[in-house]
C-alpha cells in the first residue's frame, strides 16, 4: 500500500533563517505531487505540483521553491522565511481518480 | 475557472444523528470529479469519497453518502449515525478534466461538531 510521510512534524524558526521541509512516497512509482499550505482556520493553497523529477510547477509566485530530487521524494525550501510563511504545510499525491492523499503536514511557526 | 463553495462555517449535530454538509460548485467542464476531505484536529486530510460528473449513482463510502444533483452543481456529504470521532473541519473539492494535471480545487471547509 502506498504511504506518505513528512518531516519534520514541526518546527519552530526565526525569521530570516532558510527552510527544507520534506516529503517521500513510498509504494507507488512516478506519482504527481504537491504541496500546499494552510493558514490557521483556512482552506488548502497550492504552492507547487510536480510531475516528474526535475518538473516543477509553481501557482503562487513567493519566496518558497521546490525540487523533486528523486521520483518519490518532493522538498519545499526557502532560503529567508517570512513571518507570513508560518502555516501547517501539506504534501499530497495524486491516484487513481485524481483523489489526493496526503501526509501528515508540518506546523511551521516564523518568528 | 472553478470555484469550490461552502456556505456553512460550523455545523452541530448530536451523536447518532445524520448531518448534511453542503457544497456547490461552478465549472464550464463537462468532466469532472468531486470529492470530501475529513480534517481532524491533528492536521491530516483524510479522503473520504469521490463522485464523478457522469456517475449516474451517488457514491457511498460506509456511513458516507455523496448527494449528488447535477443540475444545481451541488455535492452534499450525508453523514449518517454520526458519533463523536466525526468532530473535524470537512473539506468539499473539485478537480476538473482542464485543471493543472488533476488539480484539487478546495472550499473554505466546513467544521462539523458532534455532540452526546
Known amino acids: 500500500s502506498q504511504t506518505i510521510h513528512q518531516w519534520p512534524a514541526t518546527l519552530v524558526q526565526p525569521v530570516g533563517s532558510p527552510l527544507s521541509l520534506e516529503c517521500t512516497v513510498e509504494g507507488t512509482s512516478n506519482p504527481n505531487l504537491y504541496w500546499y499550505r494552510q493558514a490557521a482556520g483556512r482552506g488548502l493553497q497550492l504552492l507547487f505540483y510536480s510531475v516528474g523529477i526535475g518538473q516543477i510547477s509553481s501557482e503562487v509566485p513567493q519566496n518558497l521553491s521546490a525540487s523533486r530530487p528523486q521520483d518519490r521524494q518532493f522538498i519545499l525550501s526557502s532560503k529567508k522565511l517570512l513571518l507570513s510563511d508560518s502555516g501547517f504545510y501539506l504534501c499530497?499525491?495524486?491516484?487513481?481518480?485524481?483523489?489526493?492523499?496526503f501526509g501528515p503536514g508540518t506546523r511551521l511557526t516564523v518568528l | 475557472a472553478q470555484k469550490i463553495t461552502q456556505t456553512q462555517p460550523g455545523m452541530f449535530v448530536q451523536e447518532k444523528e445524520a448531518v448534511t454538509l453542503d457544497c456547490t460548485y461552478d465549472t464550464s467542464d463537462q468532466s469532472y470529479g468531486l470529492f470530501w476531505y475529513k480534517q481532524p484536529s491533528s492536521g491530516e486530510m483524510i479522503f473520504l469519497i469521490y463522485?464523478?460528473?457522469?456517475?449516474?449513482q451517488n457514491a457511498t463510502e460506509g456511513r458516507y453518502s455523496l448527494n449528488f444533483q447535477k443540475a444545481r452543481k451541488s455535492a452534499n456529504l450525508v453523514i449518517s449515525a454520526s458519533q463523536l470521532g466525526d468532530s473535524a473541519m470537512y473539506f468539499c473539492a473539485m478537480r476538473a478534466r482542464g485543471s493543472t494535471l488533476g488539480r484539487l480545487y478546495f472550499g473554505r471547509g466546513t467544521q462539523l461538531t458532534v455532540w452526546p
Open positions: 499530497a499525491w495524486s491516484g487513481e481518480f485524481a483523489e489526493q492523499f
Open positions: 463522485q464523478g460528473s457522469y456517475d449516474e
